[in-house]
């Protein structure tokens, strides 16, 4: 960004000189000529000329750019503040004795024990909601997580709708392109998802559908969700509460300029489209 931003001063500099000398060349001395005004004195020599054009150029220019940086750099350190602050809060949630993940893990284990014993469909829900509570709390430590490992616990997270909805449940989950080692904001995908099961857990034993696709191409991501139609969708797309309200906030903070999220309500069908450049992430 810096290399074409000189690059681009620099051409426009030559650009407003050659307009500039046009002007004194052939448009000036007519418009003295029509005023009856004496003539310019001759310039000095054409390279002097131009040293001169580009310093007064580059005075202007800088004035105005110092301007422009100050403003992106004050919203710029209000935006480390907002990350530093969560980052605190998370941490501060993280120490908290009540929820060491050690107390949890252990927890889980023996209600999975029992539930092998009296309920073995059960032990299968717990052993997955033990997967995703332990990786939701561990993403309070950082600002990103893999990509494949996110991916692992959606595929988690439907298979425990799956479980607990039964025949009535059509849940799945399509990735293309190279995951790698590519990483991504916490708290993006996952409550995405979480969102849509949220809504369609109050359908009354209807039966509904959710696919779930991402697609990686670089360091673009396109993460899309369809779903059936939820019985209430006021609070999809409006209020300060909703996931989605709270998730573009943290976009705009974390990928600013550089993320596309919209939410398309449909007759029987509910559209959630995520665009995200990974490459662009603002790390505090």
């Given at each position: 960004m810096?290399?074409?931003?000189?690059?681009?001063w620099?051409?426009?500099?030559?650009?407003?000189?050659?307009?500039y000398?046009?002007y004194?060349?052939f448009?000036?001395?007519?418009?003295?000529?029509?005023?009856?005004?004496?003539?310019?004195?001759?310039s000095?020599?054409?390279?002097s000329?131009?040293?001169?054009?580009?310093?007064?150029?580059?005075?202007?220019g800088?004035?105005?750019?110092?301007?422009?940086?100050?403003?992106?750099?004050?919203?710029?350190k209000?935006?480390?503040?907002?990350?530093?602050y969560?980052?605190?809060?998370?941490?501060?949630?993280?120490?908290n004795?009540?929820?060491?993940?050690a107390?949890?893990?252990h927890?889980?284990?023996?209600?999975?024990?029992?539930s092998?014993?009296?309920a073995?469909?059960?032990?299968?829900?717990?052993?997955?909601?033990?997967?995703?509570?332990l990786?939701t709390l561990?993403q309070?430590?950082?600002?990103?997580?893999?990509?494949?490992?996110?991916?692992?616990?959606?595929?988690?997270?439907?298979?425990?709708?799956?479980?607990?909805?039964?025949?009535?449940?059509h849940y799945?989950?399509?990735?293309?392109g190279?995951l790698?080692?590519?990483k991504?904001?916490?708290?993006i995908?996952?409550?995405?998802?979480?969102?849509?099961?949220s809504?369609?857990?109050?359908?009354?034993?209807?039966?509904?559908?959710?696919?779930?696709?991402?697609n990686i191409?670089?360091?673009?991501?396109?993460?899309e969700?369809?779903?059936?139609?939820p019985?209430?969708?006021?609070?999809?797309?409006n209020g300060?509460?909703?996931?989605?309200y709270?998730?573009?906030?943290?976009?705009?903070?974390?990928y600013p300029?550089?993320?596309?999220l919209s939410?398309?309500?449909?007759?029987?069908?509910?559209k959630t489209?995520?665009?995200?450049?990974l490459?662009?992430?603002?790390?505090s």
């Amino acid at each position: 960004m810096y290399v074409r931003m000189v690059l681009l001063w620099l051409v426009f500099a030559i650009l407003g000189f050659i307009v500039y000398h046009a002007y004194n060349m052939f448009v000036a001395p007519h418009i003295y000529s029509y005023y009856g005004l004496a003539p310019m004195g001759k310039s000095g020599h054409i390279i002097s000329a131009f040293f001169f054009f580009f310093l007064t150029f580059n005075m202007e220019g800088c004035m105005a750019a110092a301007i422009k940086l100050g403003k992106m750099w004050y919203i710029k350190k209000q935006e480390n503040d907002v990350l530093t602050y969560q980052k605190e809060k998370m941490e501060a949630f993280i120490h908290n004795g009540n929820t060491e993940t050690a107390f949890l893990f252990h927890t889980f284990s023996r209600l999975q024990e029992l539930s092998l014993v009296k309920a073995p469909q059960i032990a299968g829900m717990i052993a997955r909601l033990q997967k995703i509570t332990l990786f939701t709390l561990s993403q309070y430590q950082h600002t990103q997580v893999d990509l494949a490992k996110e991916v692992q616990i959606l595929q988690e997270l439907i298979d425990l709708q799956k479980e607990g909805f039964g025949e009535n449940a059509h849940y799945n989950i399509e990735c293309s392109g190279e995951l790698g080692i590519k990483k991504i904001a916490s708290f993006i995908l996952l409550p995405l998802a979480e969102n849509i099961f949220s809504q369609l857990s109050h359908t009354d034993g209807t039966s509904t559908e959710v696919l779930i696709k991402l697609n990686i191409n670089k360091d673009q991501l396109k993460y899309e969700i369809v779903n059936t139609k939820p019985p209430q969708t006021s609070t999809l797309t409006n209020g300060k509460r909703d996931t989605i309200y709270q998730i573009k906030k943290r976009l705009n903070i974390l990928y600013p300029g550089s993320h596309q999220l919209s939410v398309t309500i449909e007759p029987l069908l509910m559209k959630t489209c995520l665009r995200i450049d990974l490459s662009s992430i603002i790390i505090s």
